[in-house]
Nanobody
């Protein structure tokens, strides 16, 4: 059974940092597309960052220069380092795995396996 488990969320002040982790189990994710998405109350889920099996990444314009996605294949874990956090980054963050097709596109429909989410709250 494929499983994605996020961790690392929390509450920080504006300008602070957090590192989210996504541990995968049940399969080897290295051939898939891995992404981070977020959803704020009352808003649609949006793509934050994604990485393909070659290490190529893509980022939403709103997080470029502040967030960094990386992966540790030996640990089957994907990380999202979030720096210079802003109140508008407040959301539930989800890890997802999907088809390599069009990866690392930030399209929700390309991802079919999702974690349970981890909450990130940034106060001003």
């Amino acid at each position: 059974q494929v499983q994605l488990v996020e961790s690392g969320g929390g509450s920080v002040q504006s300008g602070g940092s957090l590192r989210l982790s996504c541990a995968t189990s049940g399969y080897t994710y290295s051939s898939d597309c891995m992404g981070w998405f977020r959803q704020a109350p009352g808003k649609e889920r949006e793509g934050v960052a994604a990485i393909d099996s070659n290490g190529r990444t893509s980022y939403a314009d709103s997080v470029k220069g502040r967030f960094t996605l990386s992966q540790d294949n030996a640990k089957n874990t994907v990380y999202l380092q979030m720096n210079s956090l802003k109140p508008e980054d407040t959301a539930m963050y989800y890890c997802a795995a999907g088809t390599p097709f069009l990866c690392p596109a930030l399209l929700v429909g390309l991802y079919d396996t999702w974690g349970q989410g981890t909450q990130v709250t940034v106060s001003s």
